[in-house]
């Protein structure tokens, strides 16, 4: 047996996890793995300065282990901000399983992830995310009871992704309202690409107010499917990013606008669910800000899935949850004015008071 020692000068070259560009300070990082289910699962703690860290659980089949640990950890710190943001008294974190949701699930392996999640004592509180279903938390449930998003039938608040929809259509709207005066979408050209259960939910509301919407997914049988309930059109082209249109709605995943992309997009507005839809937050923010398209954050409007959530920790009903998320209207246009008046980008505009929230709770704690 031969074990090759690597030099602390040379760690940098080894990509450690402290190294890793996403790292902002994230307070625990558990890599969990269980051979007997085939569980092989990341869990990131950003940041419980405001409360326990809640953030869903992601299932997907990365290209490496090292994709996997830059998603948990930009994902994680999303959660952070999204929170203090939305005034909710709740730290970021996230947790991925790297696995085919459609052929790796079982109920055995979901156990055993709460497991994971149960051995850190209410530190980090999962939820659904992409790959997931309710019923999966339900399953969770039987292990821990640090899970949200549970059946509402078993007590809990049930799909998030209605709520998320709606929020980002609130968002979508105070956008609109900053960069045309006025916060009515009829006739407004909306590409919406991603159509999950959030982008479907978002679908339906942008036809309802008269918007001519495009949906692109990878799923053909999807697209046909949400064509066929609300009427919209099926993009047919082969570079979404270079269409003519007033709003782009990233509803998949993340970094569609990066350095590729960027200098194609035309939309006067983007505002979508995905998480991380900025690349490289200083640069293509900036970017954004000097093309004059208006960039609705999106660990602000897409808030309404956690405040759905965090319902079932505070023990508060649908109507405040409605109120909550229709809430993201007015902070959107609050943190829009802000960025404009005093020459920020969006993001940081967002991220500024995100930050000093969680702040000012640390010199509270320490006093």
Same mark, same amino acid.
């Given at each position: 047996?031969?074990?090759?020692?690597?030099?602390?000068?040379?760690?940098?070259?080894?990509?450690?996890?402290?190294?890793?560009?996403?790292?902002?300070?994230? #307070?625990?990082?558990?890599?969990?793995?269980?051979?007997?289910?085939?569980?092989?699962?990341?869990?990131?703690?950003?940041?419980?300065?405001?409360? *326990?860290?809640?953030?869903?659980?992601?299932?997907?089949?990365?290209?490496?282990?090292?994709?996997?640990?830059?998603?948990?950890?930009?994902?994680?710190?999303?959660?952070?901000?999204?929170?203090?943001?939305?005034?909710?008294?709740?730290?970021?974190? &996230?947790?991925?399983?790297?696995?085919?949701?459609?052929?790796?699930?079982?109920?055995?392996?979901?156990?055993?992830?709460?497991?994971?999640?149960?051995?850190?004592?209410?530190?980090?509180?999962?939820? #659904?995310?992409?790959?997931?279903?309710? #019923?999966?938390?339900?399953?969770?449930?039987?292990?821990? *009871?640090?899970?949200?998003?549970?059946?509402?039938?078993?007590?809990?608040?049930?799909?998030?992704? *209605?709520?998320?929809?709606?929020?980002?259509?609130?968002?979508? &709207?105070?956008?609109?309202?900053? &960069?045309?005066?006025?916060?009515?979408?009829?006739?407004?050209?909306?590409?919406?690409?991603?159509?999950?259960?959030?982008?479907?939910?978002?679908?339906?509301?942008?036809?309802?107010?008269?918007?001519?919407?495009?949906?692109?997914?990878?799923?053909?049988?999807?697209?046909?499917?949400?064509?066929?309930?609300?009427?919209?059109?099926?993009?047919?082209?082969?570079?979404?990013?270079?269409?003519?249109?007033?709003?782009?709605? *990233?509803?998949?995943?993340?970094?569609?606008?990066?350095?590729?992309?960027?200098?194609?997009?035309?939309?006067?507005?983007?505002?979508?669910?995905?998480?991380?839809?900025?690349?490289?937050?200083?640069?293509?923010g900036k970017l954004l800000q000097e093309r004059g398209i208006v960039y609705a954050p999106d660990f602000l409007i897409n808030a309404?899935?956690?405040?759905?959530?965090?319902?079932?920790?505070?023990?508060?009903?649908?109507?405040?949850?409605?109120?909550?998320?229709?809430?993201?209207?007015?902070?959107?246009?609050?943190?829009?004015?802000?960025?404009?008046?005093?020459?920020?980008?969006?993001?940081?505009?967002?991220?500024?008071?995100?930050?000093?929230?969680?702040?000012?709770?640390?010199?509270?704690?320490a006093n």
């Amino acid at each position: 047996m031969t074990t090759d020692v690597i030099e602390a000068k040379n760690l940098v070259n080894a990509d450690p996890v402290f190294g890793q560009l996403s790292f902002d300070n994230h #307070e625990q990082i558990v890599f969990c793995n269980d051979k007997d289910t085939g569980l092989k699962a990341i869990i990131g703690i950003h940041n419980t300065v405001l409360g *326990p860290a809640l953030g869903g659980t992601r299932m997907w089949q990365y290209k490496s282990e090292w994709d996997a640990l830059n998603d948990v950890l930009r994902l994680s710190r999303g959660m952070t901000f999204k929170s203090a943001i939305t005034g909710l008294n709740l730290g970021g974190g &996230k947790a991925v399983i790297i696995g085919d949701a459609k052929t790796q699930k079982t109920p055995e392996l979901m156990k055993r992830f709460g497991e994971f999640v149960h051995s850190l004592s209410g530190k980090y509180i999962t939820a #659904e995310d992409v790959g997931m279903e309710t #019923e999966d938390m339900d399953i969770v449930r039987e292990v821990t *009871p640090f899970v949200t998003g549970i059946s509402e039938s078993k007590g809990g608040a049930g799909n998030p992704s *209605p709520i998320t929809a709606y929020g980002v259509f609130m968002g979508m &709207k105070a956008a609109a309202k900053f &960069k045309y005066g006025s916060d009515i979408l009829e006739d407004k050209n909306v590409f919406v690409q991603g159509i999950g259960n959030v982008g479907e939910a978002l679908v339906e509301h942008l036809v309802n107010e008269g918007a001519k919407v495009t949906i692109a997914d990878i799923s053909q049988e999807r697209l046909e499917e949400v064509k066929s309930k609300y009427g919209a059109t099926i993009y047919g082209g082969n570079d979404i990013y270079s269409e003519d249109m007033d709003i782009y709605a *990233p509803c998949a995943l993340g970094a569609t606008v990066n350095d590729e992309t960027i200098h194609k997009i035309k939309a006067d507005i983007i505002a979508g669910a995905a998480n991380n839809q900025l690349a490289d937050e200083l640069k293509h923010g900036k970017l954004l800000q000097e093309r004059g398209i208006v960039y609705a954050p999106d660990f602000l409007i897409n808030a309404g899935g956690i405040i759905n959530v965090y319902a079932e920790l505070e023990n508060y009903d649908r109507a405040e949850i409605m109120r909550k998320t229709e809430n993201i209207y007015n902070t959107t246009l609050e943190i829009l004015e802000n960025a404009k008046v005093n020459k920020l980008t969006t993001h940081n505009a967002a991220l500024n008071i995100a930050k000093d929230r969680i702040e000012t709770r640390r010199r509270e704690n320490a006093n």
